[in-house]
């Protein structure tokens, strides 16, 4: 325990001090705050930039995901071609953005994805590998039922290169 007097001299040092504080050091509790529900925050142009515009809009409904998604698949086809650097590409693309909820080997076992219902899409199984090109990247750039979309995030040469990846990399064990 601290006697009284050396107790009063710390007090004497340290109270006045509490007057010389940086003009700075309360910059973050004064600074102006926006709740979340007060405005929209438009997207910074230098946050992914896009190489193009989209092939499609967004959708706005379910059904029109659904529509979209079948279109994109007879339509698009992947400009990337599949190398090793686009597979390495790819690679660093799913381990960021992907591994988390379909798990290191595609399976839909990631640790966030266990918290899902429905658990994220088995990447191995037939019905994804032997969709088109087109299809994958609409699903990647707008988002499934349950999966968000991936267009802000991920550049869309990138996401060609994901597909290469998933396509190349992710195959059921035999």
Known sequence: MIPMDKLSVILVILLPMQGLALPWSKDMKDQPTIKAQETVVSMAESS?????????????????????RIAAGQS????????????????????????????????????????????????????????????LYYTITYG?????????SIKQTDRWHLINYIKDNLKPAL
């Open 144 to 152: 499934a039922i349950a999966m968000p979309a991936y267009q802000e």
């Open 48 to 68: 992914v930039r896009s190489d193009s515009p989209e092939p499609f809009q967004r959708p706005t409904n379910i059904s029109e995901l659904v529509i979209e």
């Open 76 to 135: 698009l086809a992947n400009p990337v071609p599949t190398s090793p650097k686009s597979l390495n590409r790819g690679r660093q693309i799913y381990v960021t953005h992907c591994a988390s909820c379909h798990g290191d080997q595609g399976l839909g076992d990631g640790l966030v994805g266990q918290k899902f219902i429905p658990t994220p899409i088995n990447l191995t199984v037939d019905y994804i590998q032997i969709q088109p090109a087109g299809r």
